[in-house]
């Protein structure tokens, strides 16, 4: 199957539109890298947040251990 010249440059980008794509595609992956960094960071907020609002997991089994009361001595 071969095109004909005619149907070629009928399929081929003018100047003025593919620098058009060129500069769209780059704002798609500027757009992308930005919202992948807000994601990321908005993550990484909310484990320190948790972080800050729980116990420590030492300081928690601290006080969770009771010593049995002494009973008669066998």
Known sequence: MTLSLAAAS????SGSSS???ILVGVVLVLVLIG?????SRRVARRRRDARVTQPPP?????????TPDEGPER
């Open 10 to 13: 009928g399929l081929a980008a």
């Open 58 to 66: 030492a300081a928690a089994g601290r006080d969770s251990w009771s």
């Open 35 to 39: 919202a992948f960094w807000w994601g």
């Open 19 to 21: 620098l058009f794509l």
